[in-house]
């Protein structure tokens, strides 16, 4: 049995957009064409690829295993053709990179900047994602390479330590002074134990800085009063500036303006806190020779930024 590499892009198209109508569109092809296409391919598998519905088609189980077969080998395909294509030539070909905000606001210009100088062959895609996609979105083949504040134990994919950000403890001058009395607006470091005597607003279980707080807790045998759990930083501070609790996020993640009267960052000690950031790809393709250089050029720059301290408390190194 043979596949076209064309059909395969249009299932591909299909199951991203879960819409036959919609990936005809996108891939210029008649949408009944594209239909008895799909339904070939069925046909051809011995196996239902999707459940069709009025308003779409979802992935069967056997779609989904199929769809990170056929983002595989198209990606297979896509790299061996730039690899001749670009041999002893400059860096060309889309490149999708993906992160969250907090990375993101560090990354963002001097990347794109710099991409858009040294390459300007290379198509630049850089997109804002929550943490905890960035696995899935590597393996489905939405990103060529993502960061992350942790590493999965899955064989096809590759994490490599871009660098630890240190956690800080945030509260309000007069939750401070109300906890630890006269002048507790003025401390600069309190121990992990010390802060059991706080209010504290975390993100919701599952959340990757959560599970980070909640590894450094098990590890020290300390218990946080948790009033309320909330799943994005800008509303965390919104709460703390609000006076309802205190929370703890790093350094990268705050705007450094709202720091002084209504807002106070406390260094957390015995033991410093750190998450990790990953960069994240996948194990069983070669890279392209743009989507390497691109790797290449933010690792550089994110040693250029932790060595200025323009990335404020985050070091290129574990430990």
Same mark, same amino acid.
């Given at each position: 049995?043979?596949?076209?590499?064309?059909?395969?892009? +249009? =299932?591909?198209?299909?199951?991203?957009? *879960?819409?036959?109508?919609?990936?005809?569109? $996108?891939?210029?092809?008649?949408?009944?064409?594209?239909?008895?296409?799909?339904?070939?391919?069925?046909?051809?598998?011995?196996?239902?690829?999707?459940?069709?519905?009025?308003?779409?088609?979802?992935?069967?189980?056997?779609?989904?295993?199929?769809?990170?077969?056929?983002?595989?080998?198209?990606?297979?395909?896509?790299?061996?053709?730039?690899?001749?294509?670009?041999? +002893?030539?400059?860096?060309? *070909?889309?490149?999708?990179? *993906?992160?969250?905000?907090?990375?993101?606001?560090?990354?963002?210009?001097? &990347?794109?900047?710099? &991409?858009?100088?040294?390459?300007?062959?290379?198509?630049? /895609?850089?997109?804002?994602?929550?943490?905890?996609?960035?696995?899935?979105?590597?393996?489905?083949?939405?990103?060529?390479? *993502?960061?992350?504040?942790?590493?999965?134990?899955?064989?096809?994919?590759?994490?490599?330590?871009?660098?630890?950000?240190?956690?800080?403890? @945030?509260?309000?001058?007069?939750?401070?002074?109300?906890?630890?009395?006269?002048?507790?607006?003025?401390?600069?470091?309190? #121990? !992990?134990?010390?802060?059991?005597? =706080?209010?504290?607003?975390?993100?919701?279980?599952?959340?990757?800085?959560?599970?980070?707080?909640?590894? @450094?807790?098990?590890?020290?045998?300390?218990?946080?009063? $948790?009033?309320?759990?909330? +799943?994005?930083?800008?509303?965390?501070?919104?709460? $703390? /500036?609000?006076?309802?609790?205190?929370?703890?996020?790093?350094?990268?993640?705050?705007?450094?303006? $709202?720091?002084?009267?209504?807002?106070?960052?406390? #260094?957390?000690?015995?033991?410093?806190?750190?998450?990790?950031? @990953?960069?994240?790809? !996948?194990?069983?393709?070669?890279?392209?020779?743009?989507?390497?250089?691109?790797?290449?050029?933010?690792?550089?720059?994110?040693?250029?930024?932790?060595?200025?301290?323009?990335?404020?408390?985050? @070091?290129?190194?574990?430990?």
């Amino acid at each position: 049995m043979a596949i076209d590499l064309r059909v395969l892009r +249009n =299932f591909v198209a299909v199951a991203s957009s *879960g819409s036959i109508s919609r990936a005809a569109e $996108v891939q210029y092809v008649a949408q009944p064409s594209l239909s008895q296409q799909m339904k070939r391919l069925e046909e051809d598998l011995g196996a239902p690829l999707f459940e069709r519905h009025a308003r779409g088609v979802v992935l069967t189980h056997s779609g989904e295993r199929f769809l990170t077969h056929a983002v595989d080998i198209l990606k297979r395909m896509d790299a061996a053709c730039e690899d001749i294509r670009t041999m +002893n030539s400059t860096p060309e *070909g889309v490149v999708a990179i *993906g992160m969250p905000l907090s990375i993101a606001k560090f990354l963002a210009v001097p &990347v794109v900047q710099e &991409v858009l100088e040294r390459w300007p062959k290379v198509h630049l /895609q850089f997109m804002e994602v929550g943490s905890a996609s960035v696995p899935d979105d590597v393996l489905k083949g939405r990103l060529d390479i *993502g960061l992350t504040f942790g590493m999965e134990s899955d064989a096809r994919l590759r994490f490599q330590h871009m660098l630890d950000e240190e956690l800080v403890f @945030y509260a309000r001058p007069a939750t401070l002074e109300a906890v630890l009395g006269p002048g507790g607006a003025q401390v600069k470091a309190l #121990k !992990l134990e010390d802060l059991q005597a =706080f209010p504290v607003i975390l993100p919701t279980v599952g959340h990757s800085l959560r599970k980070r707080i909640d590894e @450094y807790l098990d590890q020290e045998g300390v218990i946080f009063r $948790v009033i309320a759990e909330v +799943n994005t930083p800008p509303r965390l501070l919104e709460l $703390v /500036q609000h006076g309802v609790g205190c929370t703890i996020l790093s350094m990268a993640s705050v705007d450094h303006a $709202v720091l002084g009267e209504r807002l106070r960052a406390v #260094k957390i000690t015995a033991p410093t806190m750190r998450r990790s950031v @990953y960069s994240c790809k !996948l194990a069983t393709m070669p890279m392209t020779l743009a989507v390497a250089s691109v790797q290449e050029l933010m690792c550089a720059t994110v040693e250029r930024l932790t060595a200025s301290g323009a990335w404020p408390c985050a @070091y290129p190194e574990e430990g």
